[in-house]
């Protein structure tokens, strides 16, 4: 009960961030058909900030941290007290940090997006905000990673629970990526901000911005992974298809997800090409776990189809439990990953970035991969988790409008982000407000989908309007009850798990042999070409 309210805590956060930020997409899409213009002088990048904070930096770190206490709680056991006051202590901080940040962009002095590198400045309370966010989220996977301690201390030489091992993975990745960013904001934005020194290099806070950046969209997806691997399972009454693999998968997305972030650079001057190519192959590399995924996922649903009695290449399909939220909507957003992901692969193909890159299409693939596979997935889950938290049930009212959310989340998703991938395509930019450019003739071509945009985006704000419904009445109103945490088991032919795949000494040496191959001479080069000397900063 006491570890449900730590993970209920961030559950309420994460959801208010779910409104808040809606909101603000909302009046985004209205901005930029061209047919509307914020009133009391509320600028266009303080909207396009408030919602890609909330959305992309709180709702799913308060969210992972959520379901990541519960998780571990339900499958390596209850936390010490110890262990549940850090959480709570790290929950503080980064509320705090949150309220600190979020006031700064309301006040219109931390209008720099929700990538907040240089040479947009912010307020510094903004950035410390940030920090304490950041410093909290520590905290958090500290005391996480001492409740995985303590279980291997207590059944020495056994497997670990795969859900708490993941949350593991998932942390180690978290926090080897946020030194990237930490060293941004207390080297070069703090410092900047404060007025400390008066310039300092672009390049090299973008770049480890990125360090950290694309580690980032995996510490989204990963928690959406443990879900598709050890939940959905169970829910659809199927097998986890392999342990090994699936830990296969998590270990590969640690040692490979941070080495990549050079590939959201592939146009700046000042990375010599040969470490942009390095870094396009590990990019590759990084697509081989989701593509293990795909195959894990298809497998456990094609083995439980045909256990029930689904005959031919695809008759087990429809034997799957369409009718249960739990499983509906996370599936909506598998589907949603597959041209999400291919879309990815577009843009870490070099050559092909120069096409797409600071277009609408890059709005449109992450719509697809953050905004649907791995938030829908955590709606899916959040039906069931809430209840289970707060002693309730979903009944088959809210499970039936629960639905109604993914599918609604579908269709304006598709018609939002398949605008943003055909306008981009055609040359629109991200990131800007509505303009004809002087009346050109390319301009005018994106109209029509920026209005296509502003309809999707409108049928997604209804579905926020009634996720925040069934997740108010879960939390509140729906009746006393039980409901499950579901929790798969592996299949009998499996086989057993190599005791290398939990072996971090191991994953850990590659991990940061990789790291330093992939950044140390891209690094060096930056300072030692930046025209502000040594240390990428002048006092002067
Ligand atoms: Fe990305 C830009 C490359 C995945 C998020 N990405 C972004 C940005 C965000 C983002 C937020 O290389 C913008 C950053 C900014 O503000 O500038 N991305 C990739 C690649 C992958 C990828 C190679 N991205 C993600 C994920 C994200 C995310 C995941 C969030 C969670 N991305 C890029 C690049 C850029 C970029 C460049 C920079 C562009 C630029 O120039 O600015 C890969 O990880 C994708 C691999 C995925 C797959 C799909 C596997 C499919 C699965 C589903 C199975 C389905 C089932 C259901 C079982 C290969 C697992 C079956 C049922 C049926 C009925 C069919």
Not at 20 to 32: D, E, I, T, W, Y
Not at 121 to 144: D, K, N, P, R
Request: proline share 4%.
């Amino acid at each position: 009960k006491k570890d449900a309210k730590l993970s209920l805590a961030h559950i309420y956060v994460a959801f208010t961030a779910l409104l808040l930020g809606g909101l603000a997409g909302l009046l985004q899409v209205f901005v930029r058909s061209g047919q509307f213009k914020l009133p009391f002088g509320i600028g266009y990048y303080q909207v396009l900030t408030v919602h890609g904070v909330l959305l992309g930096l709180i709702l799913t770190t308060f969210f992972i941290m959520g379901f990541q206490f519960a998780a571990i709680s339900r499958t390596a056991g209850a936390f010490s007290n110890t262990q549940r006051k850090l959480g709570w202590i790290g929950f503080w901080l980064m509320t705090i940090g949150t309220i600190s940040a979020a006031v700064m962009v309301l006040l219109n002095e931390a209008s720099v997006l929700y990538t907040f590198y240089a040479p947009l400045q912010a307020h510094w309370i903004f950035y410390l905000g940030l920090t304490l966010v950041v410093v909290g989220s520590w905290l958090e996977c500290l005391a996480q990673a001492m409740r995985y301690a303590q279980w291997r201390r207590e059944n020495k030489g056994q497997t670990s629970p795969l859900l708490t091992f993941m949350v593991v993975v998932n942390n180690l990745m978290w926090f080897v990526a946020t030194l990237g960013v930490a060293a941004e904001v207390l080297f070069q934005l703090l410092p900047w901000s404060l007025g400390f020194v008066e310039r300092i290099d672009v390049l090299l806070s973008r770049t480890l911005f990125w360090y950290f950046g694309h580690a980032l969209v995996y510490f989204w997806l990963l928690p959406a992974y443990m879900i598709w691997y050890v939940v959905i399972p169970k829910v659809i009454g199927g097998k986890i298809f392999s342990d090994a693999l699936s830990r296969l998968s998590f270990m590969l997305f640690l040692i490979l997800s941070v080495p990549v972030g050079i590939h959201h650079q592939f146009t700046e001057p000042g990375i010599d090409g040969f470490w942009k190519f390095l870094q396009t192959v590990l990019t590759f590399f990084v697509v081989v776990p989701s593509l293990m995924t795909a195959f894990s996922m298809f497998a456990t649903f094609e083995l439980r189809g045909r256990e029930l009695g689904g005959k031919g290449v695809l008759g087990w399909f429809k034997n799957l439990p369409w009718k249960d939220s739990r499983f509906l909507v996370p599936f909506i957003g598998m589907v949603a990953f597959i041209p999400g992901g291919a879309g990815g692969i577009v843009n870490a193909s070099y050559q092909m970035n120069e096409l797409i890159h600071n277009t609408i299409w890059v709005t449109g693939h992450f719509h697809l991969t953050v905004a649907t596979a791995v938030v829908l997935t955590y709606f899916g889950a959040a039906y069931w988790l809430i209840p289970h938290l707060t002693g309730r049930k979903l009944t088959n009212k809210l499970n039936n409008y629960a639905n109604v959310t993914g599918i609604m989340w579908a269709i304006g998703m598709f018609i939002m982000s398949g605008a943003m991938h055909i306008a981009g395509l055609l040359g629109a930019p991200r990131r800007s407000e509505f303009s004809t450019y002087g009346g050109s003739e390319q301009a005018t071509e994106w109209i029509s989908y920026q209005i296509a945009q502003a309809v999707g985006g409108t049928i997604l704000f209804i579905a926020i309007l009634l996720i925040i419904g069934v997740v108010v009445n879960l939390l509140w109103f729906a009746p006393k009850g039980e409901e499950e945490f579901p929790v798969g088991e592996v299949a009998e032919g499996a086989g057993k798990t190599p005791a290398i795949l939990e072996n971090f000494k191991v994953w850990g040496v590659i991990l940061v042999a990789l790291i330093l191959i992939a950044y140390t001479i891209p690094i060096i080069d930056i300072i030692r070409n930046s025209p502000l000397g040594s240390v990428g900063y002048k006092f002067w």
